[in-house]
């Protein structure tokens, strides 16, 4: 049996924004079910936008979502084994060296269109001789490589699209490697998959035509060819992918405004599947019933308000052993507090502002007209011990004895103990903040 093996592949040239994390997570819910390994793969090989510090970015946004890599590979460090296949390629004659300047490539491929062809690149420089080459070289020019591709149908069973064919014939020979020596993503990518032993390749739909052009170099560097899964991107409400310029979108900035990890990994990955969106207790718990067949052919539109609701509602039903550790790094550290308030949260931190409903400080709100009614229910609070039926036994006594009934009478009693109109359910409050306090906040 092959041991299954996937990769997450980002170029660290910023950090990840929700686009990203849905193959950073639908690779690795992959690899938990199957019992695989993930390689987090450093696509690096851009020396000008690639930086340390978005790679280490990189590995805390993956570290924020519980995701722990078996192996952490740069190819910025692998030079030596592109160089090998490079080697390869050239003695197969599938590597060729080209000698256009940018402008050319331009003129011609405007000629082309002009003329009603496809701007696929001609193959000039395999006409070239010896001589012209050594002419060229001559002038100072330095060549770019390009792979000769077999121009056919090539085709591939998407784990998540299904038979896939890519036409080659209709694609320019992709360049390989640079005038300066420097690598494109094509090549690396692909020995790295043979060398690493990859099993499965899931990433983002807008790579399919790659998978077409990668597939002919593994097979011309004889490596074995994974099987592909292309998933559907995430967009914006209108449709717009996410770039790493949507900045409010990162990771991080999403983690700063206080949303949880897994809120916002069920809609990077659950978003344009079959599965639903809901509060998940786990990663474990998706990467369970999660299955790349769920994974839907049609757009998968990002909805922020979605967000905030799963958020919401996670927060909600959150076990107090769950929250324990934070509330106890926020000095909150109550299960009854947790249990009471946890329904009124919007983000986790709200949890502080909350807390003070029952710690105080409170600022009570009396309208001048509620003035007598509040002094009235002063007078009526019943004595301690209190509990859960502490709110209906004063209320009770409030109804008989002045003409207020319904919003009339809840509404100043819960503007004078927290200071606005709506929070925690007052019967659990009472007890909780005590007879002490609710006497001065109804002064
Ligand atoms: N670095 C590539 C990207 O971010 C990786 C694509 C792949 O998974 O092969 O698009």
């Known amino acids: 049996m092959v041991s299954i093996i996937v990769r997450y592949a980002p170029s660290p040239t910023g950090r990840l924004h929700l686009g990203n994390a849905r193959p950073a997570l639908l690779n690795w819910f992959f690899a938990q079910s199957h019992g695989g390994q993930y390689i987090l793969r450093m696509d690096d090989t851009d020396f000008a936008r690639s930086t340390r510090t978005s790679a280490d970015g990189i590995e805390a946004d993956l570290a924020w979502f519980g995701i722990s890599p078996s192996l952490l590979v740069r190819q910025s460090e692998r030079t030596a084994l592109y160089d090998q296949a490079v080697v390869t390629l050239k003695a197969s004659g599938r590597l060729y060296p080209c000698y256009e300047t940018e402008d050319e490539l331009d003129r011609r491929r405007k000629r082309a269109r002009a003329l009603g062809n496809p701007p696929i690149y001609d193959r000039a420089a395999l006409k070239l ?46 360049v390989l490697v640079r005038e300066d020596g420097s690598y494109l993503y094509t090549l690396p990518s692909v020995v790295d998959d043979i060398d690493l032993k990859i099993s499965h390749v899931i990433r983002g739909e807008d790579h399919v035509s790659n998978t077409g052009t990668q597939i002919e170099i593994f097979e011309a560097l004889g490596g074995a060819v994974p099987q592909f899964g292309h998933h559907n991107l995430l967009t914006d409400a209108e449709g717009q992918g996410f770039s790493k310029r949507l900045g409010s979108l990162s990771l991080s900035d999403l983690r700063e405004q206080g949303y949880e990890a897994i809120a916002v990994g069920i809609m990077a990955a ?78 986790f931190g709200d949890i502080v502002e909350l807390s003070k409903l029952i710690t105080g400080p409170v600022e009570p709100v009396i309208a001048a007209e509620d003035r007598d009614f509040i002094t009235a229910a002063r007078e009526l609070l019943p004595a301690e011990p209190w509990d859960e039926t502490t709110w209906s036994t004063w209320t ?44 001065d906040r109804l002064l």
């Open 396 to 439: 009770n006594a409030l109804k008989a004895s002045t003409d207020r009934k319904g919003k009339a009478l809840f509404l100043p009693l819960r503007m004078a103990l927290t200071g606005r109109h709506d929070g925690p359910e007052l019967k659990s409050l009472l007890p909780l903040v005590g007879r002490k306090a609710c006497l």
């Open 129 to 174: 001789t010896d001589d012209d080459r050594a002419r060229l070289e001559a002038e100072g020019r330095k060549p770019h490589w390009r792979f000769k591709l077999d121009g056919r149908p090539v085709q591939f069973s998407d784990l998540i699209k299904g038979p896939q064919t890519v036409n080659t014939a209709s694609m320019s020979d992709p």
């Open 270 to 347: 659950l978003t344009g599947t079959s599965l639903s969106i809901e509060p998940y207790a786990s990663f474990a718990d998706i990467a369970a019933k999660l299955d790349l067949s769920m994974i839907s052919h049609g757009p998968a539109r990002f909805d922020p308000a979605e967000l905030d609701s799963l958020n919401a509602r996670i927060l909600h039903t959150m076990s107090f052993e769950t929250a324990q550790p934070r509330l106890a790094a926020l000095g909150l550290d109550n299960e009854a507090a947790w249990t009471l308030l946890r329904e009124n949260l919007a983000r």
